[in-house]
């Protein structure tokens, strides 16, 4: 039957003597019978996506993740901050990030001690400003994370935009725009920033 040739699959890709479960191949191989039975018949890609894509794919999905370099900002107090590494066009995506869903943002106001063993006051801790929410709304708070985009500072003529990236893209899911911030209580990544270029940068 299907579920003992799945019992039997699983014992084989797990048996560490056989595959490193860290290891390239152990990770590409199928995870049951059926899916074995499926690329013995038609390769393995048909169940895993090609390693390359199409130039008119990454024309119209690809991020560029190598615009931002960090350094030491303009802004005074600010401490470190973005820089272009390339002159950008307005209208450019510099970057994009999808966004980790944290659904408690209360998780960010514990603070132990050195054992992380006992509470010992609350806090909110750094990260928070680098996330995005409404307390007066939801615990939910919306974590961006990409090559630089949290150096990124706020200043008074901004030459960066935040906007959704398009449905499909990074990781964004536009049915998730029906749901109430109580419905986005699980961690998944199915939301997603692009930043965009409002004036020509050099």
Same mark, same amino acid.
């Given at each position: ?69 960090? %350094?030491?900002?303009? =802004?005074? /107090?600010?401490? &470190?901050?973005?820089?272009?590494? *390339? ?5 450019? +995506? ?53 090559? %630089?985009?949290?150096? =990124?500072? /706020?200043?008074? &003529?901004?030459?960066?935009?935040? *906007? ?5 893209? +990074? ?32």
């Amino acid at each position: 039957t299907d579920t003992i040739k799945d019992s039997i699959w699983k014992d084989i890709i797990g048996n560490k003597l056989i595959l490193p479960r860290s290891s390239r191949t152990a990770n590409a191989l199928p995870t049951n019978s059926q899916q074995a039975r499926k690329v013995a018949s038609s390769g393995i890609r048909s169940i895993q996506q090609p390693a390359t894509r199409s130039l008119q794919d990454l024309e119209t999905e690809g991020r560029c993740q190598d615009n931002i370099i960090h %350094g030491i900002s303009t =802004i005074p /107090h600010a401490g &470190r901050g973005a820089f272009a590494s *390339r002159p950008l066009k307005k209208d450019d +995506i510099i970057s994009g990030s999808p966004l980790f869903h944290i659904p408690n943002q209360s998780e960010f106001t514990r603070m132990y001690n050195n054992n992380y063993d006992k509470k010992v006051g609350t806090r909110r801790q750094l990260l928070v400003n680098y996330c995005w929410g409404h307390v007066d709304v939801s615990d939910l708070l919306l974590c961006p994370y990409g090559a %630089g985009v949290n150096f =990124i500072n /706020h200043r008074r &003529r901004p030459n960066v935009r935040i *906007r959704w990236a398009p449905h499909g893209t +990074i990781s964004q899911n536009n049915s998730w725009f029906d749901l109430s911030p109580a419905e986005m209580t699980i961690y998944k990544i199915n939301l997603a920033f692009d930043y965009v270029a409002v004036r020509d940068i050099d």
